[in-house]
Structure formats: C-alpha cells, structure tokens
C-alpha cells in the first residue's frame, strides 16, 4: 500500500505521473487513518515511508476536502508532539441489513465507528420496496438531526448477490428473486449503492478488526434467523466464484435424508444446524439479544446442542480440507454452539479433517458481535472513497 514519492526523470509525462502518485498516496494515508480510527503524523510517515513535508501537504488535501482533522497533543516537557490526524465523524456510510425479522439501519462513520443505529422489528420479512423506504427514511431524519456527509451505501443481503450491479439474484429466506435492489437504493438516496452477502460483510468486518485481523486465510460461518451463511477469505480479499456466489456454506450436504431446506434441496448444514431447533427444544422462541441466558441447559437443550456440534464439526471439517483455513470464524448463534461444545468441535473437526489441515487451524468466536455485517456494510460503501479520496 505503501510507496514513495519517485524522483522525477527527464522526458517523462511528469505532471500526470505526479497526479497519479498523489492519488495513490491520498488512498494509502485516508485508508489508514480509517482503518486505525486515527493515527499520528509520526506513524503515517512510518508506516507510508514518505518524509514528513509530504505527509503534512498529503493531510493539508485532506483535510481541505473535509475528511480528516487535525489535532494537536498538548506539549509536556521536551519536543513536539505529533499532531494526529482524525477521521471525520460526519463524513458517514449508510449501512443496511434488511432480514426475515427486521431491518438493521446504521451510519457507520470514517474510522469505522457506528455513529447511529436503528434495528426495525417487521411483522414479515421486508419487500426490496420497503428496504429503499425503510433506508431513505432513515437517512433523511439522521440528516435532519444533525449534518453528516452520505458517501455511500453498503447493502448486505442473505442471499446471492451479483455484487457489480447489486442485483440479488436469490434470497430464499426473504423471497427475493432478481431484485435490483442496488440500482433502486441508489436512486432514491443519491448516493453510489454497493450491495454484497451479508457473510461476506461480516468476513470483510472481521477480517479488518475482528477476530481475523492478520490471518490471511480465513472462513466465517455465520449462524443467524435466516439460516447459516460464509465467506472464505484469501490474502485480504473475499473468495467471489464464477458466478460470484462462492462461499454458500450454509448449504454444504450435511445429511441426504434430512429435512427440507430453503433452497429447495434437503439435509444442508442450515437445517441441521439452526436457531429453531434450539428454540424447539428450549421450548418456545429465545431472546435473540440475550441467546445465552435465555436458552438455559435442560435436558433436551444439552442433547440438541451436542447433535448440532457433531453436525457442525463435519462441515467445519470439509471446508477445512476444501479450503485450509488457518482461522474458522463463528458468528452469531454458532458461535454460542462452540462456547458450549467447544471441546467436542474441536476433536471431532481433528477427527474429520484430513489431518495436515486441521494442525495449526484454530476455531474462534467473531469478535464484533452483533456489529460485524454492518460494519463490514460500511466497509463496502466506503471502498470508492477510500480509493480515490479526492474523487477527481
Ligand atoms: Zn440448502
């Protein structure tokens, strides 16, 4: 990401090359105080091995279009503190996360902060329609109360998404079928609209600040209302497919004779391993905000989750030998299921996994709870910005 400012050479387009070479150093400096949620000069130029005069006129253009400030440490004792230099916290991403239940609504703010939410509880799962209605509402009363800058939306579905032009292709749980839900997002806020998984959101999320930070091979699997999702991360970015569709875990063949699935096959991971046949053996519907509490540990609880662990263990086990991860990622209420079995996964993913794979990978709880979709939504929205910080 780094690169240094190149001595010019005679014969040379020169002020196109330097152009282009300020734009890049404008991405690499935006992206790190973003992604660090402010840094000092001192570590910029560390960190950018550019010298300090072209540090300090880099952040002057930034701040100048109004995405950084600078702040000034109080002197104590000898020498000059660094100034440091701070995202804006108006300059925002709208993120949004419609699901069976409800619609998740959020601003994250440059520096990767959650500036302000909304969680909208639905009777029945959202139409694509009511998502747009639902988001521009939402903007407009967070615009009225205070004055952020809107540089984009982040939209994460679950379901396949072809990611170029928002276009969700299928989303079984909400009954989505070609919806061009990113072309009507962007009409109605104005703003450039970037739609993907809601798995992938959560890798990208977790891959930046989360459990996954360094790891440059990674899976998350993500255990929600609407089933199960994933995302395999390669070296910083997220495995796509042909189609774009990659990393359906979710609905990887768990059991041949098992029960119907969403998407129209039977026996997939989802519906062995979910949420409702906890709640069936909990007897009645749990607190999703309080999982753990409210799903206690009866008899028929401790049996299903030990049925679930075994399920989960083999799939874990699969995409391990398919993918050689070095970190398993699990979210939501999987996440739960490796608290309490965590032993018994972890034995049993050794037992199944073809074994040079499974001896350095280590299975982990996601770290952002309930954050990471729609920070990783913001993530997407900000990605135009981050790269072309000028926008020239
Ligand atoms: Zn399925």
Known sequence: MASRVNRPRAGEALGTRNEATRRHNLSSLLTLVHRADGLSRADLTRATGLNRSTIGALVGDLVDAGLVTEEHPETTGVGR???????????????????????????????????????????????????????????????????????????AVPGLVRAEDGLVVRAPHLEWNDEPLGE????????????????????IAESLYGAGQGVSHLIYLNGSTSGIGGAVGVTGSVLRGADGFAGELGHILADPDGLACHCGRQGCLETEVNLQRLEAAAGGPLDHSRLEESLGSSAAVEDELTRQARVLARGIAN????????????????????????????????????????????LTRAALVEDQVLIGAGELAFRSLLADPLGE
């Open 184 to 203: 009507e997002l962007a009409e109605a806020l104005d703003v450039p609209v970037d739609v993907d998984n809601d798995a992938n959101a959560g890798l």
């Open 319 to 362: 995409v391990t030998s398919a993918f050689n991860p070095r970190t398993v990622i699990l979210g939501g209420f999987l996440g739960l299921i490796l608290d309490r079995r965590g032993d018994l996964i972890r034995e049993l993913v050794v037992r199944h996994t073809f074994a040079p794979l499974a001896d350095s990978l280590t």
């Open 81 to 155: 503190p660094s100034p440091v230099v701070q995202p804006r916290r108006d300059v925002v991403a709208l993120a949004v996360y419609p699901d069976v239940d409800a619609v998740s609504l959020a601003l994250v703010a440059l520096g990767h902060r959650i500036v302000a939410r909304e969680r909208i509880e639905l009777p029945q799962s959202p139409s694509p329609a009511m998502v747009v209605e639902l988001a521009a509402d939402a903007v407009a009363g967070w615009v009225e109360e205070g004055s952020p800058r809107v540089v984009g939306a982040g939209v």
